[in-house]
C-alpha cells in the first residue's frame, strides 16, 4: 500500500492492526482491524480514514481532545509468508460467503449442492476437529423438516473457532 488508506477495508491489503499513541500521556493502544471495522459498521459509522482519524481521541484524557497518532501495523513477515496468510485469508472467508448464504437459504431450498462441500472442505484443515462442520451440515440438511434450525448458530461457531485458532476473519461474519 502505497500512501494513506482511503477507508479502514484499504488497511486489510496489509493485514493490518491500528495502533493509537497519545501525545498527552503516552498511552499506546493496539486495535484489531477487523474489530475496529465491525464496532464501527455496527454503530454507523463512517469507515473512511479521514473520518476516523478526526473521530479518534484518548480514553485516559478525555474529554479533551489531544493529539493522537495513528499508526497502521502491518503483518510482520516475508513476502512469502503474508502470500500465503493472503491466499488462507481469501480462501477461508470465501468458503464462509458460501456458508452464510447456505444457511440463509437452508429452509428454503436444498443446501447439499458442490460449493457446500466444498466451503466445508476447505475448511476442515483450519479447524482443530470436524465437529463443528458436521454441525453445520446436520443443521443445514434437517432446516427443511424443522423451521428452527440453527445453520446460523452453527456458521457463528465455526466463525469463532476460526477466530480462537488466529485466523483473520472479515467483520462481516463475526
Known sequence: MVGQP???????????AISLTCDACATIKVHDLEEL???????RRS???????????????APERTGI????????????????????TLVINLALTVLKDAACRA????????????????????LAERTLLVRFWDEANGAKRNPAHETHFAHGWIVAALVK?????????R
Do not use: M
Not at 6 to 16: E, P, Q
Not at 37 to 43: C, D, L, P
Not at 48 to 60: I, K, M, T
Open 37 to 43: 471495522i465491525r464496532e464501527r459498521s455496527f454503530q
Open 107 to 126: 429452509n428454503q431450498q436444498d443446501v447439499a449442492t458442490p460449493a457446500v462441500r466444498l466451503a466445508l472442505r476447505v475448511l476442515r484443515p483450519f
Open 6 to 16: 482511503k477507508t479502514l477495508y484499504d488497511v486489510r491489503k496489509v493485514h493490518g
Open 165 to 173: 485458532r488466529g485466523h483473520s476473519v472479515w467483520a462481516e461474519f
Open 47 to 61: 469507515l473512511d480514514w479521514g473520518v476516523f482519524l478526526h473521530d479518534v481521541w484518548c480514553w485516559n484524557c
Open 69 to 88: 497518532k495513528v499508526g497502521i501495523i502491518p503483518f510482520g513477515g516475508t513476502d512469502r509468508e503474508l502470500r500465503a496468510r493472503r491466499a488462507d
